[in-house]
T-cell receptor
Framework: EAEVAQSPRYKITEKSQAVAFWCDPI?????LYWYRQILGQGLELLVQ????????DSQLPKDRFSAERLKGVDSTLKIQPAELGDSAMYLC??????????????FGPGTRLTVT | LAKTTQPISMDSYEGQEVNITCSHN???????ITWYQQFPSQGPRFIIQ???TKVTNEVASLFIPADRKSSTLSLPRVSLSDTAVYYC????????????FGPGTRLSVLP
């Protein structure tokens, strides 16, 4: 069964350092999402891509976060500089085009970030 | 996007049927109702989706009344492994539309 891949699974970084996360969605999935989940809380959508275009980044802290999906396939989320409050699980999800199909989002295993 | 309201937490015992209700008073005509399950340190997993009346799969049932302003996820005969957070989402099958995950319902199944 196809899966969303994410790396690294765990990352420890010091405050003010740069960190990057990678996501490879299920082949053929045009829509890609990056979520942040602080321990014990719900999911916060950071950015949504449709192919290589950003559809929604209204919740992305643009002074320190950036995201790209250059060829409309895999994606990278970067934080620079990292802050203590960025410690969280970063989840990537993908889904195929809508229409009469199920709108199920497929999630990757996530990257657990700890900022010290 | 339709806002949803769910109980923050629920407790149940093994073997019982669990019903989690979600309110979505401003659901739109083309909105579908989707439920996800999330275990600790994992991404959410799709459980079930419906538009009206009743939908059943091998994992759960989803009951949607005629006015569609609420929905109920039913988990038959829960086990300890059903302990998780359950999210209710409402949205249409529109190209590029995103869905909003609320805080979800934390279900604890006790032995």
């Amino acid at each position: 069964e196809a899966e969303v891949a994410q790396s690294p699974r765990y990352k420890i970084t010091e405050k003010s350092q740069a960190v990057a996360f990678w996501c490879d969605p299920i082949s053929g999935h045009a829509t890609l999402y990056w979520y942040r989940q602080i321990l014990g809380q719900g999911l916060e959508l950071l950015v949504q891509f449709q192919d290589e275009s950003v559809v929604d980044d209204s919740q992305l802290p643009k002074d320190r976060f950036s995201a790209e999906r250059l060829k409309g396939v895999d994606s990278t989320l970067k934080i620079q500089p990292a802050e203590l409050g960025d410690s969280a699980m970063y989840l990537c999800a993908s889904t195929h085009l809508s229409g009469q199909e199920s709108y199920e989002q497929y999630f990757g295993p996530g990257t657990r970030l700890t900022v010290t | 996007l339709a806002k949803t309201t769910q109980p923050i937490s629920m407790d149940s015992y093994e073997g019982q049927e669990v019903n989690i209700t979600c309110s979505h008073n401003n659901i739109a005509t083309n909105d579908y109702i989707t439920w996800y399950q999330q275990f600790p340190s994992q991404g959410p997993r799709f459980i079930i989706q419906g538009y009206k009346t009743k939908v059943t799969n091998e994992v759960a049932s989803l009951f949607i009344p005629a006015d569609r302003k609420s929905s109920t996820l039913s988990l038959p005969r829960v086990s300890l492994s059903d302990t998780a957070v359950y999210y209710c989402l409402v949205g249409g099958r529109i190209y590029g539309q995103n869905f909003v995950f609320g805080p979800g319902t934390r279900l604890s199944v006790l032995p």
